[in-house]
Every structure is written in C-alpha cells, then in structure tokens.
C-alpha cells in the first residue's frame, strides 16, 4: 500500500491560497496542501489511490467535525441522505482514506471516488458524474477553524456528498446530472445547469413531516449551514422553481440567504430527474425565455 509520502517530491508549494484563507500564513499546513494536491494531479482513474498519512490533529479535526455534524443530522437531514450515511459508516475518530470510501461507495452504487488537487474546471467536475466517478479532494481544512472551510475539502466530499452517493437513488440522480451537463454545449447553459445544481444537490431543501429537511451536501456538510438553513429570520426559503433556481446568483463565500424548498423529497427527484433528462441547449433557451436576463458562464466549479 502506497502513501503520500511515497510520492511526496521536493518543490515550492503548488497550491495558491488567498491571503485571508485561514492556512495562508502557517507553512506547514501549506506544505501539507501542496504534498497532498501533489497527489490528486498524478492520480489516474482506475489506478490504486495511494494513502495520505494524516496528522494527529488533521485526525482530530475530522472527530470533531464529524461528531458534531452526525448529531445535526439525526434531527435535520433528509431521509434518503441518512440511508446513504447508514450504508456507508465513515469512521467517527480519524480521516477516511479516499481508497476505502471509493471502495465502499462503489459496492454499494457503482460510483467510484477519484482524488483531484482542489477545484476542477465546470465540465470536468460535472461530467465526470456522467461516468459515475466524483471527482474529490483530499486535505482537511485549517485546524483553526474547523466549523469552516472556504473550498471544497475531505469533509464536505465525504461527509456531503459520498454520503449521498451511498444511496442508489441518489447516486442515480447525480449520475443523470452529469449526462445533463454533458448536453450543455455553451456556456450559458451549462451555467444554468450548474445554478440548478447548486440550489439542490448543492444546498437543497425538502419538506418531511412539515419540517425543513436538509438535502444538499453543502448544507450537509456545514455546521453553520446546518444552524441557519431552516431559520425563516436569516433565510429565505422559497418555492421550488427549477427556472428560478437556473438564473438565481448565489455567494459561495457566506451562508446561503436563499434556498429553495421542495415540497418533499420525492417531488425533487421527481421535478431534477425531468429536468436533467430533457437539458440541453435548447431546452435552456426556452426555460430563459420565461424569465428576463441570461445566466453568466463561469470556469470554475460551484461546490
């Protein structure tokens, strides 16, 4: 079995981190990023995915944040994403390995785990889910601030989104997502689709038993998220409208003050395996001929 020292070489760091990321200024949690991302970029689809050896506080960050989260989701997350997390059972005191969840997720629902450095561009991301692959990332977030991550990391793939892909039903919707991606041949609307992505799979909410219920991995990931999502003061939830949701901006810097609430779980899937189904460019045009103004491409991944 191979690890990430192994295949750690020497060299100036490859990850740049903006200079208000809670790691910027500490070297150590650099060298880490860049030795793991390292990693990620050599990996190729279908080769053994070599161990990181984590820390003992990278291990700790995980407890707790895992702990805590799994305690919020009892009360607040949906139904089909609790049976995906009893499918799986992510260890609760240390860091998964990337290999053994992919190992699991795939026997559970075909869907393999592939390791990437950081944020993939739009098409790769979102195509990838097309060959039933997701595409995630390796490093843990700064020890400082574990409630809190600015990028995608092994929390909130894991957590967020293997957890949902150990479910059938839902690992089938993220998979008609990426052929739906696939069929978006401009910009505009593969930016739609990503919109549409994002208020769902992303920071979907669904009603069980009148209650809010936490869909999508980005909240269910989130401990603040988690906190603020069914606050009616902080945020505004608003009926679900595939439309809406493809030309609605969002700030991925700060919790969501609009999401959009399905009226159960079973409408969501219904209402995105419709619409993934039958998106494309032309299907984009007419969706947008119902609302003023057009979706702005963007070349990096909403996640």
Known sequence: ??????????????????????????????????AIARIGAAHVPGAAIPDVEYTAEEHAVWARVQAEL???????????????????????????QLREVDERVHALTGFH?????????????????AERRFLSTQYIRHHSVPHYTP????????IGHANMLADPVLADLYEAAGHASRRAESAEALQFFS?????????????????????????????????????????????????????????????????????STERLLDDLHHFFAGYDDEAFARLTDQRPGRARADERTPR
């Not at 799994?70 to 998964?96: F, K, M, N, Q, W």
Request: glycine share 8%; aromatic share 10%; hydrophobic share 35%.
């Open 70 to 96: 799994s305690e919020l989701h009892r009360e607040r997350a949906c139904p089909a994403y609790l049976r995906g997390a009893r499918a799986l059972i992510l260890p609760t005191d240390r860091v998964p």
């Open 113 to 129: 785990i592939d390791p990437v450095p950081g944020l993939v561009d739009t098409r790769t991301f979102y195509g990838a889910l």
């Open 195 to 263: 919109r549409v992505f994002w208020f769902t799979l992303e920071f979907g909410v669904v009603t069980e038993h009148s209650a809010p219920k936490a869909f999508g991995a980005g909240i269910l990931s989130s401990f603040g998220e988690l906190h603020t999502y069914a606050d009616p003061n902080l945020v505004d939830h608003r009926p679900f409208d595939l439309v809406a949701m493809g030309t609605t901006d969002y700030d991925i810097t700060r919790y969501q003050p609009v999401l959009f609430r399905a009226g």
């Open 1 to 34: 079995m191979s690890t990430v020292a192994d295949h750690q070489p020497a060299g100036a760091y490859d990850v740049s981190l903006p200079d208000d990321h809670p790691g910027a200024s500490d070297p150590d949690y650099r060298a880490r990023r860049d």
């Open 151 to 158: 990028e995608p990391d092994i929390v909130h793939e894991i």
